[in-house]
């Protein structure tokens, strides 16, 4: 017993050591300049993490009543900021109607790019993930460019995506995919990659990958289970079933279903009210919230609750915290800038 007693000192020194790690690790992702609060030691967070900013290329016909000019010329992506009521969100259209939105190697390299762009642009408060082409989101990868590779180019190539995903998943801001369509195995995992999801009824969602002899390998192993438990999901992938939006919403796997419209957007409408909702909120607290969940979600309870006393500390500085107090004081609506 003594030496058992001797021992849990030891055990529990590791343990808080461990969650200190895990924590200073959570700090890493938003900059070299994190304070931790109480016994957690590290920098505090520099406003200029948040001001570094992006500016789009200018040019290009505006695409409609309350869109900007399109930051990318290639048909395959469009990305879009919305203006007006809707500054501060961020669309990216899926284009690729001949291959049904398949994933290519050059629409990878274009997504890339364009959440690369987006990690750093302060002014961007949510990014809507959506398809242009009616009645298709995304049909996973292009197996007509995939029946062309080698052996040893499809494992690189696979990667390719899942850091594609991984990117997109890891973007510091609200994302939302609007599914009005097919979002089949990549596509799927595309949609996972959000932080919300929102389908028409009549979307088709699954992944299929092993009607192909392979497994998802953009994710959907590790994030399908996250979303609907363990068990289903296993029951989902091994027999590569297809959801339309009402089974999706009965598991969990979107967060809204909506009867699809004549225009065959109704997704996208529903993920756009769902982005203004989002955009009055203070930017940083925001970014620092949705790091507090996606951190304490892959640790245990007394580790998350460390992240979020750390992410609720880097608030308390800044500018928009004292605009959001003195609007309430004067009982008007704040105007947050982000600092």
Known sequence: MAVAAAAAPGALGTLQASRARLVAACCARL?????????????????????????????????????????KTEDELRVRYLEEENRGIVVLG?????????L???????????VDALKSDKKVRTIIVRSEVPGIFCAGADLKERAKMSSSEVGPFVSKIRAMINEIANLPVPTIAAIDGLALGGGLELALACDIRVAASSAKMGLVETKLAIIPGGGGTQRLPRAIGMSLAKELIFSARVLDGQEAKSVGLISHVLEQNQEGDAAYRKALDLAREFLPQGPVAMRVAKLAINQGMEVDLVTGLAIEEACYAQTIPTKDRLEGLLAFKEKRTPRYKGE
């Open 31 to 71: 900059g070299p300049r994190w304070r931790l609060p109480g016994s957690w030691t590290c920098r505090r967070l520099d406003s200029t993490i948040w001001a570094r900013g992006w500016t789009p290329a200018a040019g290009g016909a505006a695409w409609q009543r309350g869109y900007s000019s399109e930051v």
């Open 94 to 102: 899926i284009n690729r109607a001949y291959a049904k939105n398949s």
């Open 104 to 114: 290519s190697k050059n629409l990878i390299k274009m997504l890339s790019k364009a």
